[in-house]
């Protein structure tokens, strides 16, 4: 592979990196040495000083001090500017903190310079992976891996591209190498847990997270907090035989009402009687119920497990795990369904619920807003020769580390595409407040400020837009409203970075058919 090849069209980066700079690639220079020259001890001593500094720097990004571990690293670089591993390691400390304009810069500027520095190149691979760039990044991890067999770093990055790209037992197989070659990274401990859980492999993500708990930083308490509930509750789902049991018709189609936007179905929990609203959300992986809603159902909680971060209010409400028996949707049941249990802020609907992704992944499901129904239909009998004469219809997704659906949007006024969450369960669209502030975007925002309310509370006085064109492969909706929101929070846990979400007021022009198994989706425009 030759690297000026790869250089031609390399990197897509997000919009507000294309703003911020323009790679050009120069020459290294040569740095003038003193007129003095050193003796040999003193010149192995300055080597000694500078493997102890990043060694040091090291221990400081382990134990989770990264100002520090800057602080070291500048040092070292300003001592010697060609010190290609100090500048490597800071790429990669950079890469944690999610500077990834920082992170590219240094470690193409290596890559190309040292062309068989296989850390350089999982560096860049795992840049390029986190800033929404698949293609370029398998390249760029391969050729690592090619350079040498044993860079973890281009293991897990790999592990994670097939995480993404819905090739689950893969990536725990390139997950578990990652570990095996460096077991006290925790990025990648975490990262095999989180596919673990995602394959129901519930024992060994219980194992997975205590492992992290271990290697983890210390400093990091609310994080920790999360995941030892999270331990506890896989502890419990292991006990189980089974998840997610079909039971019930082979298929069945159901009536929706769109409120706001939301499709939302009646469903029945536990074989009660009662009925419940429960909104479809494509943008939940796991399934949702009001505290509310629980308590008058007599539904306990299991465990607790800290806080998580959310849209809304404070950004963050507390995390309390619980299991419902059985969902019966239509004809159809499945049985030992795991779910949240929360506060809804707010519920003029009176909606009960969400349906997460995991209640409804085993099947093939068509969401229709045209006709307003909602059919399941299970794999098995799913018909062939429809997904065969349907084949090319099919739009990818691509599965994030928090178990959200992402497909590529074009916006007007953008070249490349964008990284968009496809959620039914959003009234409206959402942008960045990163994108909404480009020159492109800026020109389109509406007097109107708006009320959103997010899983973590009520946020007020949110701008609008109007943007006037949205595509999502060959379909496009002109004059499509949305708000700009704080992403960071969505984005520390997708693993690649999203520039906004498609809600239901781009979703309903559509029926949706969604195989989750493969991640892919057909849009059909309705008849108005």
């Given at each position: 592979m030759k690297f000026r090849i790869l250089a031609a069209d390399f990197f897509r980066f997000p919009f507000q990196t294309k703003r911020l700079a323009v790679c050009v690639l120069t020459a290294l220079f040569v740095i003038g040495l003193p007129v003095f020259s050193l003796g040999s001890d003193d010149v192995q001593q300055i080597e000694e000083d500078t493997r102890q500094q990043i060694k040091q720097a090291d221990k400081l990004v382990r134990k989770g001090n990264y100002p520090e571990a800057e602080a070291l690293l500048r040092k070292v670089i300003e001592a010697n500017p060609q010190h290609s591993t100090a500048k490597l390691k800071l790429a990669y400390l950079f890469l944690k903190e999610k500077r990834l304009l920082d992170a590219y810069n240094l470690s193409f500027e290596i890559a190309k310079a040292e062309p068989k520095n296989s850390y350089a190149y999982a560096v860049l691979g795992a840049t390029l992976l986190t800033s929404g760039n698949f293609k370029e990044a398998h390249k760029i991890l391969y050729t690592a891996l090619v350079l040498n067999k044993k860079e973890a770093l281009a293991w897990a990055g790999l592990g994670m591209l097939d995480f993404y790209e819905n090739r689950i037992f893969d990536s725990i197989d390139n997950l578990k190498v990652a570990v095996y070659v460096d077991s006290d990274e925790p990025d990648y401990v975490f990262a095999l847990a989180q596919v673990e859980a995602r394959a129901e492999r519930y024992a060994d993500a219980a194992n997975s997270y205590y492992r992290f708990l271990q290697v983890s930083p210390q400093t990091d308490s609310e994080r920790r907090d999360r995941i030892k509930g999270l331990i506890n509750f896989l502890k419990y789902l292991g006990g189980k035989q089974t998840l997610y049991e079909l039971g019930g018709t082979d298929r069945t189609k159901v009536s929706f009402e769109l409120l706001r936007d939301r499709p939302v179905i009646t469903?029945?929990?536990?074989?009660?009687?009662?009925?419940?609203?429960?909104?479809?959300?494509?943008?939940?992986?796991?399934?949702?119920?009001?505290?509310?809603?629980?308590?008058?159902?007599?539904?306990?909680?299991i465990t607790r497990g800290g806080l998580a971060r959310a849209i809304g209010g404070a950004g963050k409400f507390e995390i309390v795990y619980g299991f419902l028996k059985s969902v019966a949707i239509g004809g159809v049941e499945v049985r030992s369904v795991p779910v949240y249990i929360r506060e809804f802020h707010s519920n003029d609907e009176k909606i009960d619920g969400y349906i997460g992704l995991s209640l409804i992944s085993k099947f093939l499901t068509t969401i229709d807003y045209g006709s307003q129904t909602f059919s399941l239909v299970k794999k098995e009998v799913a018909d062939a020769q429809e997904m065969v004469d349907n084949k090319d219809l099919f739009l990818p997704l691509r599965l994030t580390s928090s178990g959200f659906l992402s497909g590529e949007v074009q916006l007007e006024g953008f070249e490349d595409s964008l990284n968009f969450i496809v959620d039914t369960g959003a009234s409206i669209s959402v942008i960045s407040d990163e994108l909404a502030s480009s020159s492109e975007i800026s020109r389109f925002v509406q007097n109107e400020k708006m009320r959103v309310v997010g899983a973590?509370?009520?946020?007020?006085?949110?701008?609008?837009?109007?943007?006037?064109?949205?595509?999502?492969g060959p379909n496009s909706c002109e004059r499509i409203k949305a708000i700009a929101l704080d992403l960071d929070i969505i984005n520390e846990a997708s693993g690649f970075r999203q520039a906004g979400i498609l809600g239901g007021n781009f979703l309903k022009n559509y029926r949706l058919t969604f195989d989750f198994k493969n991640s892919k989706v057909i849009f059909t425009p309705v008849t108005k």
């Amino acid at each position: 592979m030759k690297f000026r090849i790869l250089a031609a069209d390399f990197f897509r980066f997000p919009f507000q990196t294309k703003r911020l700079a323009v790679c050009v690639l120069t020459a290294l220079f040569v740095i003038g040495l003193p007129v003095f020259s050193l003796g040999s001890d003193d010149v192995q001593q300055i080597e000694e000083d500078t493997r102890q500094q990043i060694k040091q720097a090291d221990k400081l990004v382990r134990k989770g001090n990264y100002p520090e571990a800057e602080a070291l690293l500048r040092k070292v670089i300003e001592a010697n500017p060609q010190h290609s591993t100090a500048k490597l390691k800071l790429a990669y400390l950079f890469l944690k903190e999610k500077r990834l304009l920082d992170a590219y810069n240094l470690s193409f500027e290596i890559a190309k310079a040292e062309p068989k520095n296989s850390y350089a190149y999982a560096v860049l691979g795992a840049t390029l992976l986190t800033s929404g760039n698949f293609k370029e990044a398998h390249k760029i991890l391969y050729t690592a891996l090619v350079l040498n067999k044993k860079e973890a770093l281009a293991w897990a990055g790999l592990g994670m591209l097939d995480f993404y790209e819905n090739r689950i037992f893969d990536s725990i197989d390139n997950l578990k190498v990652a570990v095996y070659v460096d077991s006290d990274e925790p990025d990648y401990v975490f990262a095999l847990a989180q596919v673990e859980a995602r394959a129901e492999r519930y024992a060994d993500a219980a194992n997975s997270y205590y492992r992290f708990l271990q290697v983890s930083p210390q400093t990091d308490s609310e994080r920790r907090d999360r995941i030892k509930g999270l331990i506890n509750f896989l502890k419990y789902l292991g006990g189980k035989q089974t998840l997610y049991e079909l039971g019930g018709t082979d298929r069945t189609k159901v009536s929706f009402e769109l409120l706001r936007d939301r499709p939302v179905i009646t469903l029945t929990v536990n074989k009660k009687e009662e009925p419940l609203k429960f909104v479809l959300d494509t943008g939940s992986g796991i399934s949702v119920i009001s505290r509310e809603t629980a308590e008058r159902l007599k539904i306990k909680p299991i465990t607790r497990g800290g806080l998580a971060r959310a849209i809304g209010g404070a950004g963050k409400f507390e995390i309390v795990y619980g299991f419902l028996k059985s969902v019966a949707i239509g004809g159809v049941e499945v049985r030992s369904v795991p779910v949240y249990i929360r506060e809804f802020h707010s519920n003029d609907e009176k909606i009960d619920g969400y349906i997460g992704l995991s209640l409804i992944s085993k099947f093939l499901t068509t969401i229709d807003y045209g006709s307003q129904t909602f059919s399941l239909v299970k794999k098995e009998v799913a018909d062939a020769q429809e997904m065969v004469d349907n084949k090319d219809l099919f739009l990818p997704l691509r599965l994030t580390s928090s178990g959200f659906l992402s497909g590529e949007v074009q916006l007007e006024g953008f070249e490349d595409s964008l990284n968009f969450i496809v959620d039914t369960g959003a009234s409206i669209s959402v942008i960045s407040d990163e994108l909404a502030s480009s020159s492109e975007i800026s020109r389109f925002v509406q007097n109107e400020k708006m009320r959103v309310v997010g899983a973590a509370g009520v946020t007020e006085d949110v701008p609008s837009f109007l943007l006037p064109r949205v595509s999502f492969g060959p379909n496009s909706c002109e004059r499509i409203k949305a708000i700009a929101l704080d992403l960071d929070i969505i984005n520390e846990a997708s693993g690649f970075r999203q520039a906004g979400i498609l809600g239901g007021n781009f979703l309903k022009n559509y029926r949706l058919t969604f195989d989750f198994k493969n991640s892919k989706v057909i849009f059909t425009p309705v008849t108005k």
